[in-house]
């Protein structure tokens, strides 16, 4: 989540409950098999 986003939600929504988690996004960006028919060069 972006930090601004965030810091608004959480200064103008007290009463939200909010999950954070800043390391989901890791995983599409690194990680797992990414040669053969996952690599970057495989994608049109």
Not at 13 to 19: E, P, Y
Not at 21 to 44: C, E, I, L, R
Request: glycine share 12%; hydrophobic share 30%.
């Amino acid at each position: 989540m972006d930090p601004h986003a965030r810091n608004y939600v959480f200064n103008h929504h007290r009463d939200l409950w909010l999950i954070e988690n800043n390391t989901t996004h890791v995983g599409m960006y690194s990680g797992g098999g990414q040669d053969g028919d996952w690599s970057n060069d495989a994608f049109p």
